[in-house]
């Protein structure tokens, strides 16, 4: 619950400080006296944005704070919360939030004096307090908000956070399977592509440095007279004339051998001779049978030409070298094998997708069941506290359209598929719609068709009571806040939504600004917002009324600032008699 609210310098506020109590807290007042201006300010606390319009007229900034008290299930999850953004929980279980908006602006916040970020403080708001504002009951028109309803009150939403995952994998696998079916749409232009690169360097299936032994055998055979004309007048010089190298040779090793008898000393250049001409030897037969392997064929020089083309052509067009263009045919076989296991890699996926989607029905099937069961129970239980806010021949009805597919995992795909598109959500497989007759004769109507203001005013409070009762159990808070929840009521239906903030009060702590006096006088606890002007400024103060003062409030609802006698009777009357 929230035990105090202090303002300062807030709107028309300069300074006003509030101690709240449990149960029923009632703000009343003139209009535009600024009780509005203490909910916008308890707002701004709990996270909604703030503007620089909100600091009071030649202030530099603007600050609220508030001291909240949780207990029970809502501690341990404030608790948690904290904990996960560094934030300390004394004992006490006392929370207190500070808000400062400067006039430069920037935003301050504070939570047990430790300065935080506005998304911490957005998270801390569910566990702490519910605010309906002026106007909010128009929410119940949209039918996710009677979704929303509708899964508190069966308390299915385990159920439906376990859809909202099975909804999720079903999304992203169909989403995979999409992205697949437009890569396919490509790969068979890819395939053919890649399959006539792989066909052209496999037609010429060059090898390693194949480029370079080619040319060489087509530059020998194109020189080959030469290479014989040549050959063969070194072999001839060396060995077959009479005056070769090796004829030489032998006469100077005559002459040398007859000086070695003569001086021995000469012997060893005998042996470097003899070694001389069996080395010359030995190069004459290998220049002799350098020639006889050279022979010229016309055949086989047009064939190396064009192969020498072919490898030639091959590298221009790849634009690297053999081996490059021999890597490049590895990994154009290897992604064509990729591309033809894709069939395989579909289907995965299409069974991927038609796993998860059969799980999101099994998931949603269930939630359906959830919702079914509570509906009934649900628009039985409003329409007899209906009866408690003048709505005594009201019809209320929940009605729930399932999906066919989604409600019977054993349905036809192709039947059902505009079913799908239209009911498959997050939220699982069904539209809940919220209809109302006010008055007998009438048919049940979608809500938003044939509600008024003031109905859906009772409407939302007796939500509140059926479908939330216990406040921290179902909610996650102690408090719940309504701007005006009168709006567009008066006389005895005002008393019955008094009544039913009461009852709504025996759970937990309830603040209501409200203009009406069969609705305040039910307050547990009495403030009225005033608003003055001094020094010709307007200032607006809170004052907690007790006795006498309650009296005199109501009597002024009742009857305006004349406050009769009989009005002040009335006011008595009703006090003692709530």
Not at 82 to 89: P, Q, R, S, V, W
Not at 422 to 446: H, K, L, W
Not at 478 to 491: H, L, N, Q, S, Y
């Amino acid at each position: 619950m929230i035990k105090s609210l202090s303002i300062r310098n807030f709107a028309v506020i300069e300074k006003v400080e509030v101690e709240f109590e449990e149960g029923l807290n009632l703000l009343t007042g003139e209009t535009g006296s600024g009780k509005s201006i203490i909910v916008d300010a308890l707002g701004l606390l709990l996270g909604e944005r703030g503007s620089l319009a909100q600091i009071r007229t030649g202030e530099s900034s603007a600050f609220v704070e508030g001291i909240f008290e949780v207990s029970g299930e809502g501690a341990e999850y404030l608790r948690s919360t904290l904990y996960e953004a560094g934030i300390g929980f004394e004992s006490d279980n006392e929370i207190i939030i500070r808000r400062e908006i400067t006039a430069n602006g920037k935003s301050r916040v504070f939570v047990n004096d430790r300065s935080v970020t506005l998304s911490v403080l957005r998270r801390l708001q569910p566990l702490l307090v519910e605010i309906h504002g002026q106007g909010e009951q128009r929410l119940l028109l949209s039918m996710r908000a009677q979704m929303d309803v509708l899964d508190s009150y069966a308390g299915c939403q385990n159920l439906r956070a376990r859809v909202r995952e099975a909804y999720m994998r079903w999304k992203n696998s169909l989403e995979e399977l999409q992205k697949f079916t437009e890569e396919m749409k490509e790969r068979e232009r890819t395939m053919d592509l890649l399959q006539y690169q792989l066909s052209e360097i496999d037609s010429v299936a060059p090898q390693p440095g194949e480029d370079e032994r080619v040319a060489q055998e087509r530059k020998l055979m194109a020189h080959a007279e030469k290479i014989v004309q040549l050959g063969s007048a070194a072999y001839g010089e060396l060995y077959e004339h009479d005056a070769s190298v090796l004829a030489r040779l032998a006469n100077v090793s005559k002459q040398v051998q007859e000086l070695s008898s003569i001086d021995e000393r000469l012997k060893p250049i005998l042996e470097s001779l003899k070694d001389g001409a069996a080395l010359v030897s030995d190069v004459a037969e290998s220049v002799r049978s350098y020639i006889e392997g050279i022979e010229f064929s016309p055949e086989e020089f047009a064939r190396l030409d064009n192969r020498l083309a072919e490898l030639e052509r091959l590298k221009r067009k790849f634009g690297a070298d053999l081996e490059s263009i021999l890597l490049l045919r590895d990994n154009i076989a290897q992604k064509l094998k990729r591309l033809t296991d894709l069939t395989e890699h579909e289907q995965q996926l299409k069974n991927g997708f038609e796993e998860a989607r059969k799980d999101y029905i099994r998931e949603a099937a269930k939630l359906t069941l959830c919702r079914q069961d509570a509906a009934q129970r649900l628009a039985r239980e409003v329409e007899r506290d209906l009866q408690q806010v003048a709505l005594e021949r009201a019809q209320f009805i929940v009605s729930l359209e399932t999906s066919s597919y989604g409600a019977n995992p054993a349905g036809s795909d192709a039947e059902n598929v505009d079913k799908e598109r239209e009911f498959f959500s997050q939220y699982g497989a069904d539209q809940v719609r919220f209809m109302f007759s006010a008055n007998p004769g009438e048919a049940a109507r979608p809500l938003s068709q044939v509600a008024s203001g003031g109905e859906l005013s009772r409407l939302m409070l007796t939500l509140l009571n059926v479908g939330l009762g216990n406040l921290d159990k179902n909610t996650g808070t102690e408090t719940v806040v309504f701007d005006e929840i009168d709006a567009g009521i008066g006389g005895g239906v005002a008393e019955a939504v008094g009544r039913r903030l009461k009852n709504l009060a025996r759970t937990g702590q309830v603040l209501c600004v409200t203009h009406q006096p069969q609705i305040a006088r039910f307050a547990d606890a009495h403030y009225t917002v005033k608003k003055s002007v001094r020094g010709g400024r307007t200032l607006t103060s809170v004052q907690h009324l007790q006795g006498e003062e309650s009296v005199r409030e109501l009597a002024r609802m009742i009857a305006g600032d004349r406050q009769a006698q009989t009005a002040l009777e009335t006011a008595r009357w009703m006090l003692e008699n709530s």
